[in-house]
């Protein structure tokens, strides 16, 4: 999963980190990564009962260019 599909879901970064009960230095760091890690994506794949899909090939930095 990546952070755009999240964000498109919870519609702000607010409400997704209230309803997967993150702390908002965990979506911090993910920004500044570009990059959800694959143990968090599986945690969030089971918080979200399978909507989001875990991916380890989504859990490395995006370049942007």
Sequence with gaps: ???DELYRHYG???KM???LDLGNST???WRKKGFIPFK????IEHKTKG???AKESHAIPVINH
Excluded: H
């Design 12 to 14: 702000t970064w607010t």
């Design 17 to 19: 980190i209230r309803s």
């Design 1 to 3: 999963m990546r952070l």
């Design 51 to 53: 909507r989001f899909k």
């Design 27 to 29: 979506y911090q760091l």
């Design 40 to 43: 968090t994506q599986l945690l």
